[in-house]
Nanobody, 120 residues
Framework: QVQLVESGGGLVEAGGSLRLSCAAS????????MGWFRQAPGKEREFVAA????????YYADSVEGRFTISRDDAKNMVYLQMHSLEPEDTAIYYC?????????????WGQGTQVTVCS
């Protein structure tokens, strides 16, 4: 059974940094695009960042461009989200996701999420 397990969330002051990790199991990890999404209280889940398979192209939401960096280690079946200059608006549950290159939208696999809280 495929599992995506996030870690690294927590409470941080505005301007601080956090690094989220996502460990994948029972998945041919290198064959999937990997992404991070987040959901704030009362809001819909939104795209944060993604990294493609094979060529590691990266994509970011405008709201995090220049502050967040997504990376992957296919040998370890891990994907990371380095977050800098955090703002209270970044407070949300952050989810790791995997998407087959042939899929038209995200949803093949999701993690359970990790809470990030940024206090001002």
């Amino acid at each position: 059974q495929v599992q995506l397990v996030e870690s690294g969330g927590g409470l941080v002051e505005a301007g601080g940094s956090l690094r989220l990790s996502c460990a994948a199991s029972e998945l041919t990890f290198s064959n999937y695009h990997m992404g991070w999404f987040r959901q704030a209280p009362g809001k819909e889940r939104e795209f944060v960042a993604a990294i493609t398979w094979v060529d590691d192209n990266t994509y970011y939401a405008d709201s995090v461009e220049g502050r967040f960096t997504i990376s992957r280690d296919d040998a370890k079946n891990m994907v990371y989200l380095q977050m800098h200059s955090l703002e209270p608006e970044d407070t949300a549950i952050y989810y790791c996701a995997a998407r087959s290159p042939t899929a038209t939208q995200w949803g093949d696999y999701w993690g359970q999420g990790t809470q990030v809280t940024v206090c001002s």
